[in-house]
């Protein structure tokens, strides 16, 4: 009861911009970590200082929380705040395309990803042609874009086939996307170059082994998305050094794709969960991974996909994805383990400001 | 078919009775003795080198050194097998148009609806399908009625084995919900019912109306065996009090087949394409009590109710697709099962389909069951005895035994080798086809240029359309015609 | 051990570890190789992947292994170069002519179509993609089990050159009825417009016109002979159409003064060979013909006698027989060898028309085909005389490993071995 009156009451306060301090009864910092009844200092956006026995700064908010304080969630992949505008079927190919500059960063529709504890997405271009350009990472709170571009998109599955325009074929769309690294210019130079990541769009298993061709003979790095029995081939991927993100799940899904996902897991694969927004619910995110740990997925590693790991997979993992000193204050207080569903996010704090609130169920 | 028939000359030795004067033509018909290599009789076991004798259209006798009367026709041919014809247990081709545009139509009968030149027909008797259950198609609830017939005649009435063999009910209809079908199915049923009460009470309130309708239809109710009333017999759950007070010809003549059907006087063709229409079909047939004189014919996944069609008793058609093929939803593999071994597993009794239009595949069918480990004589029964007996026609077709048609095929060789060829077919003690003289047979089977074709050029005096020159007649490889 | 093929073994879980190439020991009432030899209770010998002896000496223990499977006869695994892959993204229709795509890049190792024809004893296709383009690209040929990658299962990459003639390029495309929306006002709508664009192809490659186009060097290779094309045409006037065209080749000055005079063609889907076969024999072109009607007339509505593989046969031209990748019950490659029969091949020139001679089409004939020692393990065991609709596939040897069990999946049937 303490805590819910702690928390409503601190709701007002957390529009102050001084320090605050947050003491819960565990703090997931990340990698694994778990601080019993310690402190998090957030102060000018950033978390200050993390610690069971961090001193607390004269004149700052105190936020007793009776429940687990995480890093905020990470969703791999959707079209929040650019709906409509993350595919242009004029051409196969439009890798300076840039979903970031069609993000609108204030939509409505990221309040549900922050009430669902989301407080990062990568919106991606739609798979259309070969490409359709190039990801961006996009806060969902407080109109900010922390990565454009964050990957070019490079489309290995039938999605990007068309009936009447070119390509109609995965060979010629191979041959195309051939053509388009020939003489690589822009985005497609940068990730020739390996200094851009790329994201993969794939669906089955086969159109993994080709994105794999591909990379390796291209030298390029980056996550495949849309393949639900990537982990069938995890050897490959392994060997290719390639991230997968795995496609949002729902309660159907079937055995042998959550057997695939672990895996993936099992060979060190680095993960995310993609979100498919405004086709999924936000809450989708979380059961795509609880999904996998009743199936028989590590904790710590679905905990991993949806945090830090995601974070890596999009480049942002010095800003986002730990409780850490010097990286952005985007925090979720939780009303209890955050892989029971029935935990919900009490408040969220994205650059250290409260942009959801919600009062507990219990 | 009042002559006797061509021949292939040194084929077929004839003894005809030219010497008897008393009209020649009649004495060949129907009397015959066929001497073969070898006669699969499907009734006990084969016999080499025998004689099958045919009187008067009926088998007289079938065993080695069997003789025929001395004016009868001979057949001396030791290089081939006689077979009695495949049985084809149900078919809705053959017809004008295979379905009506009514739901519930059990007065309509396929003998108006058989085209007795249908191409079908012929491509039946130079296959060796010597009977064909004729049944309309799926598109109604309760179908008209069927017939059996061969696959020769020029009218219906020459055709016909049997007339009224069965009523076709159907239980999954394509394209419609299987509860709405049901619904129809039951709402017949009901209907009937009702038709039948409203008989009773008219008549117990003396009102006329059905009398009139009779009369309206071109019925004479007051005919003697129409005058009778007679009380409701069967085995159907319900039952029609005091119907014995209405004379039986005054029951609505779109109503009466049904009712024969429910008091266990006709069969049904009850026709099912998934395990659920059969649970389905099964009380529907229980229900209005003619369980006992249905045949199911079934496909899809319909066989995974092989228990509950064992239970009941009732005997199946199978449908064309043999290998049922699902997917299993855990591996994403397919599985398949092999649909007769289910059946004879569940000993209940089937016969066999052709699987397309026109390759009339019974042998097919066969020598596929032999191939999935069913045993040679049980799958050569499928299609020969198990229709003819589901048909009730066990008596008159299905083997080669003394009493039954005198109806013979003359194969080339085994009856489920893939070589094997139909070289002479015998309807009724009639020597009906003749491979040699098939026309057909030698356009689709032998590649000969239809005489109406266009004329073709064999390259002797061609000239090349490219070089304007004419071309080198060495180069043609020496081979000409 | 005897291996009575354990129910469900195959079946059990998809995530088995690849199975190795046993060595087996395969008795057999009928060993059919092949090669004119044919064995009574022989052996056939597997190791390694190859078979190492075929050996009517059934008392050659020391040569025998501890898997022993027990049948009723052998033959090589069928050779199917008709495969057609039904994927519409296997053919690049944004360009009619596009001789330089590999239909291996569309395929899909994980596909159910694969394990159907494995099934039905089919171990070596050539895949091609579908007859949408005039000249449609590189098909492959592959084995039909094996690890699940084309590439590892790829037994000749690139091998044919594969396009059409007649109505299927041209199907479904139109003019363009005031604005052109997409490429289907480009494309040919006639079969005029069909072999345009193949001697628009093969005259620019002689000529030297199209120097900067990618598909030049494959049309190079095919004008010059290195390079099988296979060109589908079911009528008789499309038929005719591919020998002319290749006759034209040979002659014409401009293809002869380009060293490009030499292309070898085969005619898939030849329904109609039978109509005019001397014109096949003189140009010495082989056939693949279509599988055989059910009723009547084949696609393009074209007339399939049941002899035509016997009136080919006669006059010297090589025939191989095709599913067209079909497993149904009554089109599958087997049965079509009996149909054969039906229409008066004898069983051997049955056997070498869905074996040695599609093997030969493909130039893979020193890896698959036929028994012999050296070559693949890729064998059929049968339940009774092979292509009779009454025997059955009941196993499948692909490079010496067990891909598939007959027995395991059917309920009811009984096996004896």
């Not at chain 1, 200082?49 to 959707?78: F, K, N, Q, R, S």
């Not at chain 2, 319909?302 to 049922?324: F, M, Q, S």
């Not at chain 3, 196993?395 to 071995?417: F, K, M, N």
Request: proline share 5%; charged share 25%.
């Amino acid at each position: 009861m303490l805590s819910i009156l702690l928390a409503l009451a601190a709701a007002p306060a957390l529009q102050n911009d001084g320090p605050l301090a947050i003491r819960a009864k565990a703090v997931w910092t990340g990698g694994g970590k778990v601080l019993e009844n310690a402190v998090v200092i957030v102060d000018n956006g950033r978390i200050q200082a993390v610690g069971a026995d961090v001193a607390i700064p004269d004149g700052a908010e105190l936020i007793e929380h009776d429940g687990v304080l995480t890093a905020g969630l990470i969703a791999l992949h959707g079209a929040t705040g650019a709906v409509g505008e993350t595919r242009d079927g004029t051409r196969p190919a439009l890798p300076e395309g840039r979903v970031g500059l069609a993000v609108d960063a204030r939509h409505l529709d990221f309040e549900a990803l922050r009430e669902a504890g989301i407080t990062c997405i990568l919106v991606t271009p739609d798979p259309a042609g070969i490409t359709g350009g190039t990801t961006a990472v996009v806060k969902t709170a407080g109109h900010t874009v922390l990565r454009d571009p964050a990957h070019l998109s490079l489309v290995f599955s039938a999605e990007g086939l068309s009936g009447n325009t070119t390509p109609t074929s995965t060979s010629g769309a191979l041959a195309l996307m051939q053509n388009l690294f020939a003489e690589p210019r822009g985005v497609v130079a940068e990730a020739r170059a390996g200094k851009l990541p790329c994201l993969f769009e794939v669906r089955e298993r086969e159109d993994v082994r080709r994105a794999i061709a591909f990379a390796k003979d291209k030298k390029l790095t980056g996550a495949l998305h849309g393949a639900a029995l990537a982990g069938e081939v995890a050897g490959d991927i392994k060997a290719a050094g390639l991230s997968v993100i795995v496609p949002a799940l729902s309660i159907g899904t079937p055995k042998r794709t959550l057997d695939a996902v672990i895996r993936l897991q099992k060979e060190e694969i680095p993960l995310g969960f993609g979100l498919d927004t405004p086709w999924n619910h936000a809450e989708a995110l979380r059961l795509s991974a609880v999904l996998c740990v009743r199936a028989g997925l590590d904790r710590q590693a679905a905990w991993e996909a949806l945090t830090a790991g995601a974070a890596r997979i999009a480049g942002v993992e010095a800003r986002v994805g730990r409780i850490e000193r010097g990286l952005d204050a985007d925090l979720v207080l939780w009303s209890g383990d955050p892989l029971d569903l029935g935990s919900v996010a009490q408040t969220v704090l994205v650059g250290g400001k409260s942009v959801a609130q919600k009062e507990s169920v219990r | 078919m009042t002559t006797t028939m061509t021949r292939a000359t040194g084929a077929v030795t004839l003894t005809t009775a030219c010497l008897c004067l008393a009209s020649a033509a009649d004495a060949g018909e129907g009397r015959i003795a066929i001497h073969v290599g070898r006669i699969v009789t499907m009734a006990g076991a084969d016999i080499e080198d025998g004689t099958i004798v045919i009187e008067n259209g009926r088998i007289t006798s079938v065993a080695k050194g069997a003789k025929g009367s001395w004016d009868a026709e001979v057949i001396e041919r030791p290089d081939l097998v006689a077979f009695p014809g495949w049985v084809e247990a149900h078919s809705s081709r053959g017809m004008d148009r295979p379905n009506e545009n009514i739901e519930v139509a059990p007065f309509l009968d396929v003998r108006d609806s058989i085209d007795p030149i249908s191409f079908y027909f012929e491509d039946c008797l130079r296959q060796g399908v010597l009977a064909i259950n004729v049944q309309q198609g799926n598109l109604a609830a309760i179908g008209g009625q069927g017939r059996v017939v061969k696959p020769y005649g020029l009218t219906i009435e020459d055709m016909t084995i049997k007339p009224a063999s069965g009523l076709k009910v159907v239980a999954s209809r394509p394209g419609r919900s299987r509860a709405l079908q049901v619904q129809s199915l039951r709402r017949a049923f009901n209907e009937l019912r009702i038709h039948l009460e409203k008989l009773v009470q008219d008549k117990k309130d003396g009102k006329d109306t059905a009398r009139r309708e009779a009369l309206f239809q071109g019925r004479d109710p007051d005919k003697e065996e129409n005058k009778k009333g007679r009380a409701m017999e069967g085995a159907a759950t319900w039952k029609v009090k005091d119907l014995e007070s209405v004379p039986r010809g005054q029951v609505d003549e779109k109503q009466e087949p049904l009712l024969r059907l429910v008091e266990g006087k006709l069969m049904a063709f009850l026709s099912c394409d998934g395990a659920i229409s059969v649970v389905q079909a099964l009380d529907v047939a229980r229900e209005n009590g003619f369980l006992a004189n249905t045949v199911l014919v079934i496909d899809g996944d319909a066989w995974k109710a092989a228990d509950r069609i064992a239970e009941a008793g009732v005997p199946v058609v199978l449908g064309p697709t043999l290998l049922y093929v699902e997917r299993d939803p855990i591996t994403g593999k397919e599985i398949e099962t092999f649909v007769p071994g289910v059946f004879r597993e569940k000993k209940v009794r089937f016969a066999l389909q052709s699987i397309n239009p026109s390759a009339q595949s019974l042998w097919f069918q066969a020598a596929t069951c032999v191939g999935y480990g069913i045993p040679r004589e049980e799958a050569l029964a499928a299609a020969t005895k198990v229709p003819a007996e589901i048909l009730r026609l066990g008596d008159r077709l299905g083997s080669l035994e003394a009493g039954k048609d005198g109806n013979v095929l003359l194969l080339s060789g085994d009856p489920l080798a893939v070589t094997t060829t139909v070289q002479f077919v015998v309807l009724d003690g009639n020597l009906v086809y003749d491979r040699s003289k098939d026309v057909r047979v030698q356009q689709i089977i032998e590649g000969v240029e239809q005489p109406n074709a266009a004329p073709t050029n064999t390259g002797d005096d061609e000239v090349d359309p490219h070089s304007g020159e004419k071309k080198d007649k060495a180069g043609t490889g020496g081979k000409k015609d | 051990m005897i291996a009575f093929l354990t129910p469900f073994l195959a079946l059990a879980a998809i995530q088995t570890q690849e199975p190795e190439a046993r060595a087996w020991t395969i008795q057999a009432e009928r060993v059919y190789t092949g090669t004119g030899r044919n064995m009574e209770k022989a052996l056939v010998l597997v190791r390694g992947g190859q078979v190492s002896a075929v050996t009517a000496n059934a008392d050659e223990e020391k040569e025998r292994t501890e898997d022993v499977l027990r049948v009723y006869a052998v033959t090589a695994g069928l050779v199917d170069a008709g495969v057609r892959v039904t994927n519409w993204t296997s053919v690049e229709q944004s360009n009619e002519v596009t001789p330089n795509l590999r239909v291996a890049d569309a395929l899909d190792p994980f596909a159910l179509e694969w394990d159907r024809l494995l099934r039905t004893g089919v171990t070596t296709v050539l895949a091609s993609p579908l007859d949408r383009n005039v000249i449609g690209g590189l098909s492959v040929v592959l084995k039909t089990a094996g690890p699940e990658s084309i590439a590892a299962r790829t037994v000749k990459a690139d091998a044919v050159l594969r396009g059409s003639m007649g109505g299927d390029p041209s199907a479904g495309n139109h003019p363009a009825f005031g604005r052109p929306t997409d490429f289907y006002s480009r494309r040919p709508t006639t079969r005029m417009g069909v072999e345009w664009e193949w001697r628009k192809a093969f005259f620019d490659t002689a000529l030297g016109h199209n120097e900067s186009d990618p598909g030049r060097a494959t049309l190079v290779a095919a004008l010059q002979g290195k390079l099988p094309i296979f060109i589908q045409a079911w009528t008789t006037q499309d038929i005719r159409t591919a020998v002319f065209l290749r006759e034209e080749v040979q002659t014409r000055p401009e293809f002869a003064a380009a060293g490009m005079n030499t292309p070898r063609f085969v005619i898939d889907a030849a329904a109609e060979a039978w109509k005019e076969p001397q014109l096949l024999a003189r140009s010495r072109t082989a056939v693949i013909l279509p599988p055989f009607p059910a009723a009547g007339r084949t696609r393009e509505n074209a007339f399939m006698a049941w002899n035509v593989a016997k009136v080919l046969k006669d006059l010297g031209v090589p025939v191989a027989l095709s599913s067209h990748g079909s497993a149904d019950m009554e089109q599958r490659l087997s049965v079509q060898a009996g149909y054969a029969m039906a229409g008066g091949l004898t069983f051997e020139e049955a056997l070498a028309a869905v074996t040695s001679i599609p093997a030969m089409l493909l130039g893979v004939q020193d890896r698959v085909g036929t028994i012999e020692v050296g070559k693949d393990a890729d064998l059929v065991l049968w339940s009774g005389e092979p292509f009779q609709p009454g025997a059955r596939v009941v196993g499948t040897i692909v490079d010496g490993v067990l891909r598939y069990e007959g027995w395991t999946a059917v309920q009811g049937a009984t096996a004896e071995r």
